[in-house]
């Protein structure tokens, strides 16, 4: 892919743009030269980028997001970052009930059926591109440190983000032809939004067992990484851990 620096028209569509991850990148995207597109379920009226209303389940949503990014300029880049992490919840309960399955398929239908509908649609869009760089695109989906280490009561979530670790390397093969790379970011504990869903014991908890750096992770932190993707063709088909060393215990 072209140079992230460099002074040529291109397009990216960065999902869950309305806040977290997905705010911070589609800043940093629209600093170094990018026409960015902001898709959300509430998107913000941010200076430097287009907002659109957007649910990343919603075919319709997201060709229109698509078509408003390549009216701008060619869409090289996509960055799914919309998610949810839902209410903790055990397999069976206190009471000795069992979760109800509509919140597990809830859960699955946003983060992982919401980024296979947003990296296809997005392929579907990209193969028509001119190729520039050896390649005509690339997606980066969002995947997370729970894909692979998860604590107790996130079943949903780690099943529905270790589905995007997964996803990774067969879509990456799959576009190879089309010239689509397929990259996922898997961040650990980050300072966003969703941290409000966390009780704060279970937080500070999980921020104690960061070695190195002991902190939070900042969201430009996720945006950088997201740039150097973009400017890397050799890196495809691979899940990166953004966690500071982070590994889950239960």
Same mark, same amino acid.
């Given at each position: 892919?072209?140079?992230?620096?460099?002074?040529?028209?291109?397009?990216?569509?960065?999902?869950?743009?309305?806040?977290?991850?997905?705010?911070?990148?589609?800043?940093?995207?629209?600093?170094?030269?990018?026409?960015?597109?902001?898709?959300?379920?509430?998107?913000?009226?941010?200076?430097?980028?287009?907002?659109?209303?957007?649910?990343?389940?919603?075919?319709?949503?997201?060709?229109?997001?698509?078509?408003?990014?390549?009216?701008?300029?060619?869409?090289?880049?996509?960055?799914?970052?919309?998610?949810?992490?839902?209410?903790?919840?055990?397999?069976?309960?206190?009471?000795?009930?069992?979760?109800?399955?509509?919140?597990?398929?809830?859960?699955?239908?946003?983060?992982?059926?919401?980024?296979?509908?947003?990296?296809?649609?997005?392929?579907?869009?990209?193969?028509?591109?001119?190729?520039?760089?050896?390649?005509?695109?690339?997606?980066?989906?969002?995947?997370?440190?729970?894909? $692979?280490?998860?604590? =107790?009561? !996130? #079943? %949903?979530?780690?099943?529905?983000?270790? *589905? @995007?670790?997964?996803?990774?390397?067969? &879509?990456?093969?799959?576009?190879?032809?089309?010239?689509?790379?397929?990259?996922?970011?898997?961040?650990?504990?980050?300072?966003?939004?969703?941290?409000?869903?966390?009780?704060?014991?279970?937080?500070?908890?999980?921020?104690?067992?960061?070695?190195?750096?002991?902190?939070?992770?900042?969201?430009?932190? $996720?945006?950088?990484? =997201?740039? !150097? #993707? %973009?400017?890397?063709?050799?890196?495809? *088909? @691979?899940?990166?851990?953004?966690?500071? &060393?982070?590994?889950?215990?239960?």
């Amino acid at each position: 892919m072209e140079s992230a620096m460099a002074p040529v028209p291109r397009a990216a569509v960065v999902t869950g743009a309305g806040s977290g991850l997905g705010r911070a990148t589609a800043h940093l995207l629209a600093a170094t030269g990018f026409h960015v597109v902001a898709a959300d379920l509430s998107p913000q009226p941010d200076a430097g980028v287009t907002p659109v209303t957007c649910d990343v389940l919603d075919e319709v949503d997201v060709r229109a997001a698509l078509d408003t990014a390549a009216d701008l300029a060619p869409l090289r880049l996509v960055v799914h970052c919309a998610g949810i992490l839902g209410d903790p919840a055990r397999i069976v309960d206190h009471s000795g009930s069992a979760v109800p399955l509509a919140e597990f398929k809830s859960i699955i239908d946003v983060n992982l059926v919401g980024t296979f509908n947003v990296l296809r649609l997005a392929a579907e869009r990209m193969q028509h591109n001119q190729v520039v760089d050896e390649e005509r695109g690339v997606v980066v989906t969002t995947a997370s440190a729970e894909a $692979f280490e998860a604590p =107790v009561g !996130h #079943v %949903a979530y780690a099943t529905s983000k270790g *589905g @995007v670790a997964s996803l990774t390397l067969p &879509a990456a093969r799959d576009l190879a032809s089309r010239r689509i790379r397929v990259v996922s970011i898997a961040p650990g504990i980050f300072d966003t939004p969703i941290l409000a869903h966390v009780h704060p014991e279970s937080s500070q908890q999980v921020l104690d067992q960061i070695p190195h750096p002991h902190r939070l992770g900042r969201p430009r932190e $996720f945006a950088e990484l =997201v740039l !150097h #993707v %973009a400017s890397n063709p050799m890196l495809n *088909g @691979v899940v990166i851990r953004l966690d500071g &060393a982070l590994r889950m215990a239960p």
